[in-house]
């Protein structure tokens, strides 16, 4: 009896399949540059609200990084830029002539590059870093995933080394005379610093038995819809393929 | 591609090294806007790749590091890295074949490797942005001309001068890259030999 409603318990905790994957996740964010890149000039209008609207309903935060000023500024000037330089002036706006053939040219690139921003956001945001490191194993980068997770522990120790090696360095006056010198000492010292925290880590691992020719692929995150999408981003790319 | 655990080790710490430069340096060059900071960035980010190579002398080392420090740019802070992480995994793939045609990887193979992988920076707009930007090959011409002649100080008429500039340029920051790979690939091995830690398969 006792049993019986711990199993229930146990059931009724099971965690949900996602609705998105990682397959999902990257036939949205494929098909969504395949759409882009391989529009037209005419149609990259409609391409490009399609694929917003996608990465908008998925993804809603990734408008934020199209939103930062500098970005806005770099896009604005890219516009201004192809209409003041490209193609001859045939309209006025104010007291300065453009050319709408270039206005048309800056506004298209400008779409392009903001749907590849929201795409690459999006993807970012959703994927974590151990599934890219799987889906990159299973195109035969056996032991990236490994690898990955090393570099990513590795950062914030590689900077409190390079913090150390450059500090005893600067206190002994390394940099006073002989810059060149100085500069070759501290990337020795401190490559040679983490070739050394690299041992420690190969013997660590290989005490805990890893081996990357025993070691299975980093699983990937399976949702209900993968398959819908993969197929769906398939249509969609196929159709536009038809249509252009 | 089958890598020891210790292959893999070391090729994520020299991974994690271009990743940072790239996170680090590449975002302060992109903010100050400085002129040729793809080619400064592209030899800084070889020469630890090369470095790499002489420490993990197997096939498929290089592209292995420029894979590591791509996912680590895609996952960094920054602004546009779309364009980065083309250029760093281009960037491995041309050292990588370069380096594949020698058996060992020897000095002039870095050397080569380096020149040509630099020199990729001034190719890859040509590709890259007709592809994902729409924009055509003769803007991204004119664009190089202009910052060539800015740089040289020269007519923009004289593009034949130009482009030779442009290439020797890179070519030579390029080779200086190997060049420096390859003399400090000596330092630490004599370093490490030195401090009674074996370097790993050199």
Known sequence: MIRERVFQNFRVREKREPLIGTLGHLSIFACSLGIIIFSPGERIAISSALCLLVTLWLHPASIRRVLRMRLLLLLGSLILVNGLWVGAADIQIGEIPFSSLGLQSGVQMALRAVVILMAVEGFSSSVDISEIAGLLERLGLSGLGFSIGIAVNLLSSLRETSANVWRSLYMRGGFRQQRWRAMQLFMVTFMANALRRGEEITLAAEARAYAPERTRALPLKKGCLDGWILAGGFIVLFAFFLIL | ?202
């Open chain 2, 1 to 202: 591609m089958k890598f020891t655990t210790r292959q893999l080790v070391t090729l994520a710490i020299f991974g994690t090294l271009w990743g940072v430069v790239e996170i680090s340096l590449g975002s302060l060059l992109h903010a100050i806007n400085l002129p040729m900071s793809g080619m400064f960035l592209a030899a800084v980010g070889l020469a630890i790749a090369l470095l790499g190579r002489l420490f993990v002398p197997r096939r498929g080392a290089t592209l292995f590091i420029g894979v590591i420090a791509m996912t680590l740019k895609l996952f960094s802070i920054g602004s546009v890295v779309i364009g980065p992480m083309i250029g760093i995994l281009s960037e491995a793939l041309v050292a990588e074949l370069v380096l594949s045609l020698f058996k060992r990887p020897t000095r002039l193979a870095l050397l080569l490797a380096g020149s040509l992988g630099v020199l990729w920076t001034l190719v890859q707009p040509f590709v890259t942005n007709p592809l994902l930007f729409g924009r055509s090959i003769f803007l991204v011409w004119l664009d190089i001309l202009d910052r060539g002649a800015q740089l040289f100080s020269l007519d923009p008429n004289a593009w034949i001068w130009i482009v030779v500039g442009l290439a020797a340029l890179h070519l030579l920051v390029g080779a200086g890259a190997g060049w420096l790979a390859w003399n400090t690939g000596r330092l630490l091995r004599v370093r490490m030999v030195a401090s009674g830690t074996v370097p790993l398969e050199t």
